[in-house]
Nanobody, 131 residues
């Protein structure tokens, strides 16, 4: 069974930090690729960061140098440390997992669109950054 549950969202002032966590079932965690995505008001869902089963990471340009994605093997969680938050980071944040191992390095490195391989999603956690 594939299950994903996000937590850690909240309200923070610009410049602050938050850490999101996604508790994953075994199948969800031991997948080809996991990622964090976000959808702001009136916007399409976008890639924030991804990590593959070799722990190679990829980031959207808008968050490079500020966000860190990681997997905690002891807890089966996918984490997103967010620093230097900006008002434009305000969005619903989702974690997702992809079980497609074919060409996973291609789709896991894509940051300009949400690959259809990500078929399993959590319910989301809201992040609000005030100026």
């Amino acid at each position: 069974q594939v299950q994903l549950v996000e937590s850690g969202g909240g309200s923070v002032q610009a410049g602050g930090s938050l850490t999101l966590s996604c508790a994953a079932s075994w199948y969800a965690f031991n997948s080809a690729c996991m990622g964090w995505f976000r959808q702001g008001p009136g916007k399409e869902r976008e890639v924030v960061a991804t990590i593959d089963n070799d722990h190679t990471t990829h980031y959207a340009d808008s968050v490079k140098g500020r966000f860190i994605i990681s997997k905690d093997n002891a807890k089966n969680t996918l984490d997103l440390q967010m620093n230097s938050l900006k008002p434009e980071d305000t969005a619903m944040y989702y974690c997702a997992t992809a079980l497609v191992y074919s060409n996973y390095d291609d789709y896991c490195s894509a940051t300009s669109y949400v690959p259809p391989a990500f078929r399993y999603w959590g319910q989301g956690t809201q992040v609000t950054v005030s100026s």
